[in-house]
């Protein structure tokens, strides 16, 4: 079988800031995201010590977080897991697919993966991508318009500084993602990672061609990390910001806006 040109099978490859974007001719694309995570668990060398169903939720939560927020409906997911499948890799997998059930994710044949058993392991390493698909008019990355407002929703977080848990009322739920993804009012949205509230802020703005001011009197930390997107900026109207304020729980400052 030789080989040809991506656009003459029928679909393209692009990036689209961390995500891989599969267009197909028929309207559809597959949205791609990945995420790593090492040093975390319940091994002797891991410098984080958590369960190793924490390690799964979390590991799971950025590249699941990227999916959706693109506009994408997640469908499968995979994990390359550093770790032996017993017990460590089956707890870490538990945990992945209990996270993503809340997505909609919970068919056998929506996930796959790999374990170590050649070798012992003394520190915990994860690798996960999760896939989904849109419809490239529901693609919201690059969206957004001059005179938007960029909101902070969550507070950024990352350890070993603090201790991450899905009962912080201070972290962005799946749930509260998936609210803002669903308004019409929200445009572009994107979960913040280790570069911090300022960097995200800054690529927003850059894929819709614009460029952002940030205040100067924000209430959150513009460049401490946001760990396992424990917070999520995104573009929307003024008019809009009271009322998508009253849709969370979760804290919800304006980091700037575009221009």
Known sequence: MGWMPLGQKGFSLRKVRDLTVMDFQDSISLVIACDSLGGIGNKPWDQVQ????????????????????????????????????????????????????????????????STEENVLTLQTGIGIMVTGWVEQGGFFPGCSEAGDVILCAGIPKSGPQFQISLEDPELLSLQELIRLRKDQGVGDLLPVGSKGVKYEAEQLAESAGLSVQLKEDVAVDLHRSGGPATCAVFSCKPGDMDRLANKLTTPLHQVGYLF
Do not use: K, W
């Open 50 to 113: 958590v369960p190793p169903e924490t390690v799964g939720i979390f590991g799971v939560r950025v590249p699941l977080f990227e999916v959706i927020a693109s506009g994408g409906v997640p469908i499968h997911v995979s994990d390359c897991l550093a770790v032996e499948m017993e017990d460590t890799g089956r707890r870490i997998i538990e945990g992945i697919r209990s996270y993503c059930a809340e997505a909609g994710v919970i068919e056998e044949n929506q996930f796959n993966g």
